[in-house]
């Protein structure tokens, strides 16, 4: 193949300089990119591996797989490395960094040292939570509720706690950036009204990083020196309070839920207008459903504490602002729905794992409401309800759509394509295997099996089993993508600007870009999404 | 594995239907839902498909429509909140009259106390038809108590009492969990609620090996902790005369109301200085760590017991049957 | 391959390439920190929280232990961070007028201050160990017990406010610290002449953080130090 010596004429940021030392001092906002993409991934698999074990235990009622203490140590690793460090970073680390400058037609990021500290941050709490891991772990489920966490466990709860401090700030310091990128970094001409709708959902994500995080810093603060000290501040036998952990944990832990998904809405509005060629429908109310979220997110934390001994009054208000966040979501899923009306649509991979989100976003959001729902929400807090609720969002959706970014944008990122067949088959294996996991989930939950449980009733037993054989067809469907994205490296089709012919400055760039993204500063004088002047490529449909 | 395969709990319950059918609406309105995104999404897919010559649409966007699906949406919403809080308020109102049961739970298993002395461990045994109050708290962490069957659920506290309750409707045994992950055998902390037809529940109370109810032996208590000198009942001690206070406002040294409920007469044990009755001082021992949670527990039960004294005279304290006056 | 389009060579090495002006880098700068500023508001918010919602539950411990406190090295303190404050002001106007020698010295200044404040914390901490006053296991509040018999102190609800007393107070040391390390750059830095009227960005959002770090013990100091002064019944 005559691939390898086209790509070593042209210079691009993956060739300008090689060697580690280039790599681990670089400030170019799209080697960092990839700098996480690494890390992530690793911490993805050691999450997954987990969680794995934890189905295994529970194919049988009996706890016979594990120990009581290594099944807890499971459960609460499995939590806090998905949330922490896979679900929190994703998109906005890895897409973000590599995507925001491009899209506003800008060099870099706005502090490229402080973006490769971040990344620094992140790494030195992964060694932190990977030695936690190594030598015992934590047992505290990734709530951390006192007293329990703070009086009780006999495992690393501090280190564990600083571990997850400092992937705080790495999260602070990259929504820091972001924001004020995209405030004064847009190319002349990018004004907010043609900012693609990826970056109104950075935006809004970064928000959220900045006002939400250090409030869970502080907690963990709190929780360490009462661990380590004996103070009382969350341990009712010394005066203090457990729900006002329970309180602070929430104020940040719902908002980070936003965090986690805002993002993949942003790739899924990026893909569902490029696949369907057209504009996407109401391109105003999805920009502003992205900040609405973040603002009401912020009013609701308590709807995970309706059981938790707050004041009924209380309750019902957080009840009722619980049902006000669910409706800008639920404007996006209709928006997106609408934009393929009389569109022009091709099922590349990138477009298969947008319908499984629109689809398993739209169930996992419904089941919110029955969560938010107090008469409901009695019954089935603290049960698989809950969990099956939460993985449909996060894995259904969150995940979905970061492995349609990946795809959408990885010929950009590496200059290659992936193998579209391949793509397809992951995409489907991974949705059939997610479903069958997860929704026996619901019906375990309402049966009334609660969550944390190393053993359980027998008469649970059949769902369990499904559910277990469901998770090693989704294992499948994720382990595929990480081999043929080696293997496209090395053997996949070069790849174009532009293959996809999609609307985006990042598309008007080399693939892959150039260290300073763009040859020239660009000058925008075009609306976002104008697929009616960008004439799709003939191959981009991939049609047998 | 497949001769006991539920795919729904049992309803036990005066209150599970009501859950029930807040649930079953929710369900068809999601499937209702989700077959008409997944049914959009795969029509228009096929109707629309990448087909040569002809070009997608641009369609910028339809503010009426927008407005549409999001007024309708937060309608619903807005009847789907009240039905939950109706029922919620229902759940978190125990109703008057309740028999009480006293819960202390602790890593790793359920403690409870009947008003008539039974003590019972991972079970409770209560009668269909009665409505049944819980006060609980926990000797270490957070726990839940959940019944399924009943649909009930609520976190159990250490420092405070937490109440839930319920009207059995169905005889039969129902799981208890724990609900609130608590440390190693939090999985084996369950148990289970027995209900039983009135009369067999006579036959199981006059069995057990009561020793007396539980006021008799919070009485006991009373009197062994010296409680007597000051609490007098004949005289105005040196702290304030207890009998009848359960259920009614207190007026506080610093101007404050409170109502001297569970947690109010539980803090004034452990924590005497935190609220100090108007007009006495705070010279009250503190009682924290010499008092057991079920000790607590059977004082509250004997305080709650005294009923108003008879006019004039000064007597004993008596054993009164359940006061008229509301609780909570 | 082609660089920026910007002339490359009419501004100082200070413009970062990414940047397509001085004034595009300062704003970038100026909008980093306030964002960062507000961060550190929720930050130290948590814990005022926690502060605020305990003052109400344990008034009279709050008010015990708050009286505990030196009111006159609290007052020192103060004046201390105000003046550091005024130094660092003034520093940024002598950077935005070219002069050199007066900005070094403002910073000399404002880096002695902070070291004052940082010494005189010490003084005060140390004072709350030789009292066994500090959390933990030798934590002691008889001698509050005993100064205070007409209120009945709760040791544990005492412990409480010292807690987050230390927790307060110990993390705005650290930002002060820190603070510390950042002028002490700057200091260095402005001695080599690096700071003009052209770009002394650095010293304008340094001394934006200092400005936030003062602010937190304009409210720490009332919070903790001034709870209930009135004289004694």
């Known amino acids: 193949m005559a691939t390898a010596a086209i790509t070593a004429e042209r210079e691009h940021y993956l060739n300008k300089e090689y060697g580690i030392r280039s790599w681990l001092l670089t400030t170019d906002h799209k080697r960092i990119a990839l700098l996480y993409l690494a890390s992530i991934t690793f911490f993805f698999f050691i999450g997954g591996f987990f969680a794995l074990l934890i189905r295994l235990e529970l194919l049988t009622p009996a706890g016979d797989l594990v120990q009581a203490d290594t099944y807890n140590k499971l459960f609460t690793m499995h939590g806090q490395i998905m949330v922490f460090f896979f679900l929190i970073p994703s998109i906005p680390a890895v897409l973000g960094n590599f995507l925001v400058p491009l899209m506003i037609g800008a060099k870099d990021l706005a502090f490229p040292r402080i973006n490769l500290l971040s990344w620094y941050l992140y790494i030195i709490a992964g060694v932190l939570m990977f030695h936690c891991i190594v030598t015992g772990g934590v047992d505290t489920g990734w709530t951390f509720y006192t007293p329990f966490s703070t009086a009780f466990s006999n495992t690393h709860v501090i280190e564990a706690g600083l571990s997850i401090f400092v992937a705080g700030f790495s999260s602070i310091l990259t929504g820091l950036n972001f924001v004020v990128t995209i405030h004064r970094m847009r190319a002349p001409g990018m004004t907010w009204s043609r900012l693609p709708l990826f970056l109104w959902a950075m935006y809004a994500t970064s928000i959220i990083q900045l006002l939400g995080t250090p409030v869970l810093a502080v907690t963990l603060v709190l929780v360490v020196c009462e661990r380590a000290f004996h103070l009382g501040i969350f341990d009712p036998t010394r005066g203090g309070d457990p729900l006002l952990f329970q309180h602070l944990f929430w104020f940040y832990s719902h908002p980070a839920v936003y965090i986690m998904i805002l993002p993949s809405m942003g790739v899924v509005a990026e893909i569902v207008p490029c696949f369907s060629r057209k504009r996407i429908f109401g391109y105003k109310f999805v920009a502003m459903s992205s900040i609405a979220i973040a603002v009401f997110g912020f009013l609701v934390w308590a709807h995970h504490m309706f059981v938790a001994g707050i004041s009924l009054y209380s309750a019902m208000i957080f009840s009722a602002l619980s049902y006000l966040v669910a409706v800008p979501s639920a404007v996006k899923v209709f928006n997106w729905t609408a934009t393929m009306y009389k569109g022009s649509i091709s099922f590349t991979t990138p477009m298969l794992y947008a319908f499984g989100f629109v689809g398993l976003f739209t169930m996992g959001g419904l089941t919110g409401l029955f969560l938010a729902a107090l008469g409901i929400n009695v019954h089935v807090t603290d049960t698989y309800f809950v969990i099956a609720h939460f993985h449909y969002i996060m894995v259904g959706g969150a995940v979905m759509g970061y492995m349609a970014g990946i795809h959408f944008w990885w010929p950009k990122i590496s200059g290659r394509m992936y193998p579209e067949a391949w793509g397809r088959l992951a995409a489907l294996i991974v949705f059939l295997g997610f479903n069958l996991t997860f929704f026996p989930q619901f019906i375990l939950g309402y049966l009334g099996m609660p969550r944390r449980y190393w053993q359980y009733p027998p008469e649970f037993q059949v769902l369990n089993v499904l559910s277990t054989a469901g998770s090693t067809i989704l294992a499948v469907g994720y382990v595929l993508p990480m081999v043929y994205f080696l293997w496209s490296m090395r053997y996949g089709k070069i790849a174009d600007d532009n293959p996809w012919g999609a609307a985006g400055l990042e598309w008007k760039t080399a693939s892959p870009p150039p260290t300073f993204n763009f040859d020239e500063t660009p000058e925008v004088t075009w609306e976002a999404y104008n697929y009616e002047e960008i004439p799709a490529p003939a191959e981009v449909a991939l049609e047998r | ?328 | 391959m082609s660089d920026s389009p910007i002339a490359v060579g009419q501004h100082g090495p200070e413009l970062r390439h990414h940047f397509a002006s001085v004034e595009q880098q300062r704003d970038a700068a100026s909008l980093g920190m306030w964002l960062f500023l507000a961060t550190e508001i929720m930050f130290f918010g948590g814990m005022f929280c926690a502060y605020l919602i305990y003052r109400m539950n344990y008034f009279n411990e709050f008010a015990a232990g708050s009286r505990s406190l030196d009111l006159k090295w609290g007052t020192i303190n103060t004046m201390v961070l105000i003046c550091s404050s005024l130094t660092v002001a003034l520093g940024v106007r002598a950077a935005q007028m070219g002069k050199r020698k007066l900005l070094v010295v403002l910073l000399l200044l404002t880096l002695v201050f902070g070291l004052a404040f940082l010494g005189i914390k010490g003084i005060e901490w140390y004072d709350k160990y030789k009292e066994h006053h500090i959390p933990g296991q030798s934590f002691n509040a008889d001698d509050l017990v005993r100064d205070y018999p007409q209120i009945h102190i709760d040791q544990q609800h005492e412990q409480i406010y010292f807690s987050l007393y230390f927790a307060m107070t110990g993390l705005h040391a650290l930002h002060m610290i820190i603070g510390i390390g950042i002028f002490a750059f700057l200091t260095f830095y402005a001695w080599k002449g690096r700071y003009t009227p052209e770009y002394n960005t650095p010293i304008e959002i340094g001394g934006l953080y200092w400005h936030f770090v003062d602010i937190v013990w304009i409210y720490l100091f009332p919070l903790l130090y001034l709870i209930d002064r009135r004289p004694l019944r």
């Open chain 2, 1 to 328: 594995m497949f001769d006991n395969f539920p795919l729904w709990p049992v309803r036990a319950s005066s209150g599970a239907g009501n859950v029930d059918a807040l649930y079953i609406f929710l369900v068809i309105l999601s499937a209702f839902m989700s077959v008409a995104i997944f049914t959009m999404i795969l029509v228009f897919a096929l109707r629309y498909r990448r087909r040569a010559g002809i070009n997608a649409e641009q369609i910028e966007g339809s503010t009426p429509l927008e407005l549409t699906w999001s007024i309708i949406p937060l309608g619903i919403f807005i009847v789907i909140f009240i039905w939950g809080a109706v029922i919620y308020f229902m759940e978190r109102t125990p109703p008057r009259g309740a028999t009480e049961v006293y819960v202390v739970a602790k890593q790793w298993m359920w403690k409870l106390q009947h008003e008539e002395g039974q003590r019972e461990i991972n079970e409770l045994h209560v009668p269909v038809g009665r409505d049944v109050k819980l006060i609980m708290t926990s000797q270490d962490v957070i726990h839940s108590f959940y019944v399924p069957a009943f649909r009930i659920k609520q976190d159990v506290l250490p420092g405070r009492y937490t109440t839930a309750w319920f009207h059995a409707t169905k005889s039969g045994t129902y799981h208890l969990f724990c609900a609130e992950y608590c440390g190693t055998m939090h999985s084996g902390m369950i148990g289970q609620v027995v209900v039983m037809e009135p009369a067999d529940y006579q036959a199981w109370l006059a069995g057990g090996g009561a020793s007396g109810s539980l006021a008799a032996s919070g009485s006991s208590i009373f009197q062994q902790l010296g409680c007597p000198t000051c609490h007098r009942f004949d005289t105005q001690g040196r702290g304030p005369n207890l009998v009848g206070i359960f259920g009614k406002p207190v007026q506080l040294e610093d101007g404050r109301t409170v109502v001297a409920d569970e947690n109010y007469i539980r803090e004034s044990i452990l924590s005497p200085s935190a609220k100090v009755v108007s007009g006495f001082k705070p010279i009250m021992p503190v009682f924290q760590g010499l008092v057991t949670e079920e000790q607590l527990t059977a004082l509250v039960a004997y305080i709650k017991s005294l009923g108003p004294p008879p006019a004039g005279a000064a007597t004993a304290p008596s054993l009164a049957p359940k006061p008229q006056y509301p609780k909570e």
